[in-house]
């Protein structure tokens, strides 16, 4: 069984910085695609980031030169580093994989369970 399990959020001033990361745990060969998705109070779930199997990135324009998404195979993990944050940035943050396991079965839509991200001063 696949997981996503993410860590990284809290409490940060605007102007601040946060790393979010997503470790994949199971018996996992490589991360092929990760999403990051958000989700603030009383809107709808939206796309901030994507990274495809041969590491091209997309981001929402919102957070454009401003968040990073990457992944480090070796370790199975992705992160998102996000700068200059902004209190719209605030919500919970979701990551979402397509992962190989060691047996090259393909896990499509595997979410991790959120970690919430709060932009105040």
């Known amino acids: 069984q696949v997981q996503l399990v993410e860590s990284g959020g809290g409490l940060v001033q605007p102007g601040g910085s946060l790393r979010l990361s997503c470790a994949a745990s199971?018996?996992?060969?490589?991360?092929?695609?990760m999403d990051w998705y958000r989700q603030a109070p009383g809107k709808q779930r939206e796309l901030v980031a994507a990274?495809?199997?041969?590491?091209?990135?997309n981001y929402a324009d919102s957070v454009k030169g401003r968040f990073t998404l990457s992944v480090d195979n070796a370790k199975k993990t992705g992160y998102l580093q996000m700068n200059s944050l902004k209190p719209e940035d605030t919500a919970v943050y979701y990551c979402?994989?397509?992962?190989?396991?060691?047996?090259?079965?393909?896990?499509?839509?595997?979410w991790g369970q959120g970690t919430l991200v709060t932009v105040s001063s």
């Open positions: 979402h994989a397509d992962v190989f396991g060691s047996d090259l079965t393909r896990y499509l839509d595997v």
């Open positions: 199971g018996s996992i060969f490589r991360i092929n695609t």
């Open positions: 990274i495809t199997t041969s590491g091209r990135t």
